[in-house]
T-cell receptor, first 117, second 113 residues
């Protein structure tokens, strides 16, 4: 089954304790992205990757790191989590970008609910 | 500033009734507009995607319209079912080189029997 998986689905941690949220897709997609979703706000992009070894900042990258060593995996790293990073996180992937008004559907993972105490 | 605004914020309807959700955007340049359905605690799932040259697209009981001149879109749900209870998010892609998406805050729809 074509899907995007995230682990863990739920995580409670304390301020300053490094953590990693994994994201994996089995669709051979080039493009992957991380979003956070907070009440009253639309999804906001944290980081994205156009391909292996290519990553770039989104709208809210502060306090996060990513890596793209393999095409299928795109982990999100919080080196020193703080309470304002408590949120619902989504990973997404798509086949990549095209020109001339075409589009690429993004497939979202099930989400990771993170609480930082 | 690139923005996507949705209305209403929330909506309650009875099973079997129709409803229409609205989306206004100020994103420029414009590449495409998408409607997603998000069940509580789950990831968004795509319903429709439209480019500027498409003014209507259907997916079962869901029909999306797009007016690129007025920068408005709507999502019409016909003969609602209890399973339609979810948040519906309007998303605009403004840059097809980076596939950057700008998300609305969603309309929370509740369908009651």
């Amino acid at each position: 089954e074509a899907q995007v998986t995230q682990n863990p689905r739920y995580l409670i941690t304390v301020t300053g304790k490094k953590l990693t949220v994994t994201c994996s897709q089995n669709m051979n997609h080039e493009y992957m992205s991380w979003y956070r979703q907070d009440p009253g706000l639309g999804l906001r992009q944290i980081y994205y990757s156009m391909n292996v070894e290519v990553t770039d900042k989104g709208d809210v990258p502060e306090g996060y790191k990513v890596s793209r060593k393999e095409k299928r995996n795109f982990p999100l790293i919080l080196e020193s989590p703080s309470p304002n990073q408590t949120s619902l996180y989504f990973c997404a992937s798509s086949t990549g970008t095209e020109t001339s008004g075409k589009y690429n559907e993004q497939f979202f993972g099930p989400g990771t609910r993170l609480t930082v105490l | 500033k690139n923005q996507v605004e949705q209305s209403p914020q929330s909506l309650i309807i009875l099973e079997g009734k129709n409803c229409t959700l609205q989306c206004n955007y100020t994103v420029s340049p414009f590449s495409n507009l998408r409607w997603y359905k998000q069940d509580t605690g789950r990831g968004p799932v795509s319903l429709t995607i439209m480019t500027f040259s498409e003014n209507t697209k259907s997916n079962g009981r869901y029909t999306a319209t797009l007016d690129a001149d007025t920068k408005q879109s709507s999502l019409h749900i016909t003969a609602s079912q209890l399973s339609d209870s979810a948040s519906y998010i309007c998303v605009v892609s403004g840059d097809y080189n980076t596939d950057k998406l700008i998300f609305g805050t969603g309309t929370r729809l509740q369908v009651f029997p």
